[in-house]
Every structure is written in structure tokens, then in C-alpha cells.
């Protein structure tokens, strides 16, 4: 395993320039990774403030600003990745979380059943059986919840958009992943992914959600 570490950083360290040479081929420059934006390469912002637990829930323990939630389009399991490998996390709380009435009225009026764990039947490709999720329409309708962990901020976003985005945030001259565990990419502090966050972890979540929609209807009715 050793062996297959120089290789993973150097590649990874190739994508994240090739994205920013291209970036700057068009534009003249690439952003400032200190306050670059999802919206630059057309992510949405949506309306309500990420739980805080949400990192923790999940078992995020990484130092990142930027942190996206998706179904991965290889596997099909539910992870995370704040631009090193996808770590696969608890689907059933995620399940929880996309369709509880707080955040789901905020997704539903987007075509985003990948979100939700809903997958179109798809073939196989006759050359490579393991290549059909690669194909330009499975790519551009998977979506991602890209999470602003500083200003506590989700937007989504196609797979695409959140591929070419994140390595934008990357330091320039630097790669924030320099640890290879497990077979996985990772960033500092995210090592320890195979440890599962506490029941009560999870049921802070389910708590804070369910407060913030009793406090939003309170208001509403006070509005009207």
C-alpha cells in the first residue's frame, strides 16, 4: 500500500493544477482559494444554515473549509469528501437528513434524486462494465451538497461543478491531502473516519432540525 502513495499524491497534485492552468486560460487568473465561491462555477445557494453537528454526525474530522455530502456515482453508498477520496458515511441519517420538512422544501422544487439515493437504471458499458457511472449525462444530473463550513452555508451542485470547484480552494502550490489511510486520500485530521460518531451525536441532529422548524413556523404564523 505504501507503494501506491507517491503516485496518489502526485496525480491528485496534477488535477489540482490542470483545474487552475485551466481556470486561468480563460479567465487570466484563478481565484482567490482564501475566498472562492461554489457560485463561480454555477452552484446554487440555498436558503437555510447547515446544523452544527453536522461535521461530527457525519465523522468528518478534517480542517476544511469545503465539504461535500453525495452519493458516490462508483459505489452508490453515501459519503463525503472535502476534495480528497469520497469516505463513505451513515446513509440513514443522511435519508433522515434530505427529507426531514426543514431542508426538504428546500430541495424539492431541483431535479435531484441522486440526493435522496434514487438511481436511473442505467447499462452497463459493453467495453468496460465498470465505466458506465463515467458517462457525460450520469456526471452532469448527479448532484452534491457542498457545504461552506465557515459561513455554515449548503449549495448544490452537479458532480461537475463540485469536481472543478474544489480544487480551486486548494492553497496555491500546496495540497491540503497529505495523508494516504486505508486506501483513501485524506486531509489532516480526517484519519480517524472508520470511527463512528455516538448515538447521541445523531439524535442532536434530528433535535437541532426539528427546533429550527418549530422556530420557523412560529414565525411565519407571526408574520401573518
Known amino acids: 500500500m505504501e507503494n501506491l502513495q507517491l503516485p496518489v499524491f502526485q496525480t491528485h497534485a496534477v488535477f489540482v493544477a ?3 492552468a485551466a481556470v486561468r486560460k480563460v479567465y487570466g487568473i484563478a481565484p482567490d482559494p482564501a475566498t472562492v465561491l461554489p457560485t ?3 452552484a ?5 444554515t447547515m446544523p452544527p453537528m453536522m461535521e461530527e454526525t457525519f465523522g468528518y474530522g478534517g480542517k476544511l473549509r469545503f465539504l461535500e455530502f453525495s452519493f458516490s456515482p462508483k459505489t452508490r453508498r453515501f459519503g463525503y469528501s472535502d476534495g480528497g477520496d469520497h469516505i463513505p458515511s451513515n446513509e440513514e441519517l443522511w435519508l433522515k437528513f434530505v427529507n426531514h420538512p426543514l431542508i426538504a422544501v428546500q430541495l424539492m422544487d431541483h431535479d435531484c434524486p441522486t440526493l435522496y439515493g434514487q438511481f436511473a437504471r442505467v447499462e452497463a458499458h459493453p467495453a468496460c462494465p465498470n465505466l458506465y457511472w463515467m458517462t457525460q449525462d450520469r456526471v452532469e ?6 457545504f461552506d463550513r465557515q ?3 449548503p449549495y448544490l451542485c452537479t458532480r ?3 469536481i472543478f470547484f474544489l480544487p480551486l480552494t486548494e492553497p ?3 495540497d491540503e491531502h497529505t495523508l494516504f489511510v486505508g486506501g483513501r486520500l485524506l486531509s489532516p485530521g ?3 473516519f472508520k470511527t463512528l460518531p455516538s448515538a447521541e451525536t445523531e439524535k442532536g441532529l434530528v433535535a437541532w432540525l426539528d427546533n429550527e422548524a418549530s422556530e420557523l413556523e412560529k414565525w411565519l404564523h407571526e408574520e401573518e
Open 44 to 48: 446554487k445557494s440555498l436558503d437555510f
Open 141 to 146: 444530473t448527479w448532484h452534491c451538497l457542498l
Open 18 to 20: 490542470d483545474v487552475k
Open 160 to 162: 461537475r461543478q463540485m
Open 40 to 42: 463561480i462555477v454555477g
Open 151 to 153: 459561513q455554515r452555508r
Open 172 to 174: 496555491e502550490g500546496m
Open 190 to 192: 480526517s484519519e480517524n
